[in-house]
């Protein structure tokens, strides 16, 4: 089993970054694929970005552009690099590993107009 344990949301203004990451027990390199998902209130979590074993990156339509996934297989961390954040990227965002499958408690982020 795998944990996942987020951190750095918060509260920003449109237009400001902020830097998630997700750190994850065990080594990285065993994980076959990992993504970031979200939740807004009253809506479905929805899929933000993920990476594959080789490295690939996928993103979501609202995601391209402003936000980048990257890993860092020395702390076994998982970031989330989002930019020109606007208030409707407000939610809690999720990580999680596809294999073996597991999801972070989420961290909140919440960008004020």
């Known amino acids: 089993q795998v944990q996942l344990v987020e951190s750095g949301g918060g509260l920003v203004q449109a237009g400001g970054s902020l830097m998630l990451s997700c750190a994850v027990s065990g080594s990285i390199f065993s994980l076959n694929s990992m993504a970031w998902y979200r939740q807004a209130p009253g809506k479905q979590r929805e899929f933000v970005a993920s990476?594959?074993?080789?490295?690939?990156?996928n993103y979501a339509d609202s995601a391209k552009g402003r936000f980048t996934l990257s890993k860092d297989y020395a702390k076994n961390t998982l970031y989330l690099l989002m930019n020109t954040l606007k208030p409707e990227d407000t939610a809690v965002y999720y990580c999680r590993s596809y294999a073996p499958a597991s999801w972070g408690q989420g961290t909140q982020v919440t960008v004020s107009s």
């Open positions: 990476i594959g074993s080789s490295d690939k990156n």
